[in-house]
């Protein structure tokens, strides 16, 4: 399934017979051709039991499914986008910037706690993110929105990259994380930059960070 960038803001998907794409409700912005859109309510490809565990877990962004033959333009708030291909590895990232993602993508729901023990779970309480993240693992695109742009960062195991949390958009590959503090002189005196908590990312595949410290 083809995602092409129309702008910094906007995509295009084709869509093809036999083909299924999920999207965030309300994202559609304009198509061409022989399109349906139908509320999604078997939570994507992990079905029902994914659809619950994102209930559960506070990520249940609703989706709609897209079938048919044509193209289809999609956005939404003017927020800025990027399309990530994976090639039969996981991303990882919070189910409210998710755009639209490949059918054929299995989908799931990951408990952040895991990754980093008790840090882990600080980071949900710090970001206001959870503790729970969405997962799309398999061979397909996905689109997930940012503010202000996205630069792709790469982990290697020599080189682990460190991270403000609100600044976070996602990470694909064999990668673990923690939250770590990064106390100075000024949060000690009380003029801290916000920056106190940094995510630490480690092993091999890559990060994505929106320039910008602001929530969609």
Do not use: C
């Not at 083809?2 to 965030?24: D, W, Y």
């Not at 996905?142 to 982990?155: D, L, N, Q, W, Y």
């Not at 106390?183 to 009380?190: I, K, P, Q, S, T």
Request: charged residues 15%.
């Amino acid at each position: 399934m083809a995602f092409r960038e129309i702008n910094s803001r906007m995509i295009e998907v084709t869509v093809a017979p036999g083909q299924k794409l999920f999207s965030q409700r309300g994202a559609m912005l304009a198509y061409k051709g022989d399109v349906s859109f139908t509320p999604n309510i078997q939570g994507g490809q992990g079905g029902i039991a994914s659809m619950i565990g994102r209930r559960v877990a506070g990520e249940a962004t609703p989706l709609m499914t897209v079938e048919g033959s044509g193209t289809v333009m999609f956005g939404h708030g003017g927020h800025h986008i990027q399309v990530i291909n994976l090639t039969g590895d996981t991303l990882y990232v919070e189910a409210d910037r998710l755009l639209a993602f490949d059918g054929t993508l299995q989908q799931g729901t990951m408990f952040m706690g895991s990754q980093g023990g008790v840090m882990g779970m600080v980071r949900g309480q710090v970001t206001g993110q959870g503790l729970f993240t969405t997962t799309l693992k398999g061979h397909g695109a996905v689109a997930v929105m940012a503010h202000g742009g996205v630069i792709e960062i790469p982990i290697t195991p020599q080189r682990p990259v460190h991270v403000d949390p609100q600044a976070y958009v996602a990470h694909h590959g064999d990668v673990r994380n923690k939250l770590s503090t990064a106390l100075g002189w000024r949060d000690m005196v009380g003029r801290g930059s916000g920056e106190a908590f940094q995510l630490e990312l480690s092993g091999n595949g890559a990060v994505y960070v929106q320039a910008s410290e602001e929530k969609l």
